[in-house]
C-alpha cells in the first residue's frame, strides 16, 4: 500500500486516542501533547457541538496515526439566520509521512465534505499553502493591535539599531503615559465586574446584540464557558459590564503564561453591540490596568470592526506588523464573496476557531 492509498478514517477516541497521542508527542514533544490531549479530550466530552461527527479525521496505517485533521463545530448568526458551520485546525503529519501529499489528502477529505468552514485560523504558511491547495480560499489577513506597556522590554527583544531603539523606546514610552492615564479613568467608572462563569439567564442579552453584525459567532454561557472559564489549563477572567441591571458587554482575556517568552496579554473574545464603544472602552480599560499592574509587555486585541479599530487606536493600541492568514471554504449560496475580502461585516476575534487554546502562545 502507498502512502497515498492509507485510509482517512473518523477519529474515535477509544479506538486511536493513544495512537494519535504517540505520534503527536513524537512530532511536538511530550509536555506539548500531554496539554493538547487535554483539550481534545473536552471536545469530546464536553464541548458544545461535539454531537456533530466527526470531530477528527486520521489517517492510520496499521495501529500508527500517520496523519490527522481536527474540526470544531460551531454555530454562526449570518444575516439572522442560525447556521451550522465548522472550522478546521489541528493539521499535522508525522515526520516519518512528510512528502507523500498526505496533509493535502486529508484536508482535500475535509473540503469534499461541503460544509461552510468559515476560518480555518492560525494557521503556519505552509498549512495554508495545503488547504489553499485542496480548495480552501484566502481571505484578507487579520490585524491584531497592541498597546506596549514595557517599551524597553518591547524594543529590546527586537534587535534595533541603537538610533532606532532609542527612539522606539522614546515614543512607545509617551505613548504608554497617555494610555494608561486614559484607561485608569475609564476604569474607575461603576459597571464592569469579573466574572467566574457566564450565566446562561444572559444568552438573551447576547443575542439581542448580534444583528448589528452581518455575520459572527454564537457566543452563549455553555460556548464561552466550555471554550474560556472551563479550560483545564489556560487562566482565562471573564468580565462583564453592565448598563443599569442590563448587561451590555462582555470580555475575555488572559495573562502571559509562565512560560511564555513574550509576556503579552491578550483579549481572546468581546461583544458589545455594534459601534458601542464606551461599554468597550470600559471593558479593554479594566484589562490595560491590571495588565499593567502584572507586568505585562504588551496587550493585544484582534479585530475585524473598523469602528473598534478606532477605538483601539484612541487607547493607544497599535497595528502589530505580523498578519494572520486565513482561509474560508464551502462559502457560495452561504455569504457573498466579497467578505472573503471585505472583513468589516464579521466579528472576529482571537479566540475563534482554535487560536489560543493550545499553548497560549497567540
Not at 501533547?33 to 481534545?40: E, G, N, P, T, Y
Not at 479594566?286 to 473598523?306: H, I, W
Request: charge should be positive; include cysteine; aromatic fraction near 10%.
Amino acid at each position: 500500500m502507498s502512502r497515498r492509498d492509507l485510509p482517512i478514517v473518523p477519529y474515535r477516541p477509544e479506538v486511536h486516542a493513544e495512537a494519535l497521542f504517540a505520534f503527536v508527542a513524537k512530532v511536538l514533544g511530550a509536555e506539548v501533547c500531554a496539554k493538547r490531549r487535554q483539550v481534545i479530550e473536552t471536545m469530546h466530552t464536553t464541548m458544545p457541538g461535539r454531537d456533530r461527527f466527526p470531530l477528527r479525521h486520521v489517517i492510520v496505517d496499521g495501529d500508527r496515526v500517520a496523519g490527522t485533521l481536527g474540526y470544531m463545530p460551531a454555530d454562526f448568526w449570518i444575516r439572522g439566520k442560525r447556521t451550522a458551520v465548522r472550522f478546521t485546525h489541528d493539521l499535522l503529519v508525522d515526520p516519518d509521512y512528510r512528502g507523500g501529499g498526505l496533509g493535502r489528502l486529508i484536508v482535500e477529505n475535509a473540503f469534499a465534505l461541503g460544509d461552510f468552514f468559515p476560518g480555518g485560523m492560525w494557521m503556519t504558511d505552509p498549512c495554508r499553502k495545503i488547504h489553499v491547495d485542496a480548495g480552501f480560499q484566502d481571505a484578507a489577513p487579520l490585524v491584531t493591535y497592541s498597546l506596549v506597556l514595557d517599551p524597553a522590554s518591547f524594543v529590546a527583544r527586537r534587535g534595533m539599531p541603537l538610533f532606532k531603539a532609542a527612539a522606539g523606546r522614546a515614543a512607545l514610552t509617551a505613548n504608554r503615559a497617555v494610555a494608561l492615564r486614559r484607561a485608569r479613568r475609564a476604569a474607575s467608572r461603576d459597571g464592569v465586574q469579573e466574572i467566574l462563569r457566564f450565566d446562561a439567564n444572559t444568552d438573551a442579552a447576547w443575542e439581542k446584540l448580534v444583528p448589528g453584525y452581518e455575520i459572527t459567532r454564537v457566543r452563549d454561557a455553555a460556548y464561552l464557558n466550555w471554550k474560556y472559564l472551563a479550560h483545564p489549563w489556560l487562566p482565562y477572567r471573564g468580565l462583564l459590564a453592565t448598563k443599569g441591571p442590563d448587561p451590555t458587554g462582555y470580555l475575555v482575556w488572559r495573562l502571559a503564561p509562565d512560560h511564555a517568552a513574550e509576556k503579552r496579554a491578550v483579549v481572546t473574545d468581546f461583544l458589545t453591540a455594534r459601534s458601542d464603544a464606551d461599554t468597550l472602552r470600559r471593558l479593554l480599560a479594566r484589562v490595560v490596568v491590571e495588565a499593567a499592574a502584572a507586568g505585562m509587555e504588551s496587550v493585544s486585541v484582534l479585530t475585524t470592526q473598523p469602528w473598534a479599530v478606532g477605538l483601539l487606536r484612541s487607547m493607544g493600541f497599535l497595528p502589530r506588523e505580523a498578519r494572520n492568514t486565513w482561509v474560508v471554504a464551502g462559502w457560495q449560496n452561504v455569504i457573498p464573496g466579497e467578505w472573503l475580502q471585505d472583513t468589516s461585516p464579521w466579528h472576529v476575534c482571537m479566540g475563534d476557531s482554535d487560536g489560543d487554546i493550545w499553548t497560549g502562545s497567540n
